[in-house]
């Protein structure tokens, strides 16, 4: 099993770019997470899905959008990138919710809007 | 919303000496406590958690520590060895709905 994997590793995006995310688990889990980590901030969530098809917002949502089509895929979009949006993306995944069970994470995503 | 506060942001121990790290959070309603280990570069892992209806869990030379009433709970890294350096993570579950993390520990272990 590859667990949960992260696509790109790197990109850098000139401001009012577009881009998309891409969280792929072979885990057949119903949870995933998209996460952003700052220096000195620890992770932070950006969006959430308790299943296909269903979307929530978590701390963070300004400035960005998630679909969940297939139970296996999270995207993580960005319409028109900000240099705040800098960071490292992290996904994860869980088959309960938290309280119950653990989150297993992606390799990240290192962004950099210049 | 939930916010919990991690203490200290640097600690650095010789090998062989035991390491504590501290998290306090703010709803009483967090009922999981999970603690991640972060490498240079690498994915959290989770490496021990607790539950609000345990006081206390041990993992080997790793133990969590729970008090309800006073909202705080300790990571314990025993006979630390250089391996155990990098960043830790605690965080507290809130409502089942959504989980903060504390700003992390970068732990450093002197041969």
């Known amino acids: 099993n590859a667990g949960v994997t992260q696509t790109p590793k790197f990109r850098v995006l000139k401001t009012g770019q577009s881009m998309t995310l891409l969280c792929a688990q072979d885990m057949n889990h119903e949870y995933m997470y998209w996460y952003r980590q700052d220096p000195g901030m620890g992770l932070r969530l950006i969006h959430y899905s308790v299943g296909e098809g269903t979307t929530a917002k978590g701390e963070v949502p300004d400035g960005y959008n998630v679909s969940r089509l297939k139970k296996q895929n999270f995207l993580l979009g960005l319409e028109s990138a900000a240099p705040s949006q800098t960071s490292v993306y992290f996904c994860a995944s869980s088959q309960l919710g938290w309280g119950t069970d653990t989150q297993y994470f992606g390799p990240g995503t290192r962004l950099t809007v210049l | 919303g939930e916010n919990v506060e991690q203490h200290p942001s640097t600690l650095s121990v010789q090998e062989g000496d035991s390491a504590v790290i501290k998290c306090t959070y703010s709803d009483s309603a967090s009922n999981y406590f999970p603690w991640y280990k972060q490498e240079l570069g690498k994915r959290p892992q989770l490496i021990i958690d607790?539950?609000?209806?345990?006081g206390e869990k041990k993992d080997q030379r790793i133990a969590v520590t729970l008090n309800k009433t006073a909202k705080h709970f300790s990571l314990h890294i025993t006979e630390t060895q250089p391996e155990d350096s990098a960043v830790y993570f605690c965080?507290?579950?809130?409502?089942?709905?959504?989980?903060?993390f504390g700003a992390g520990t970068r732990l450093t272990v002197k041969p």
């Open positions: 965080a507290a579950s809130y409502n089942n709905n959504d989980m903060r």
């Open positions: 607790i539950r609000s209806n345990v």
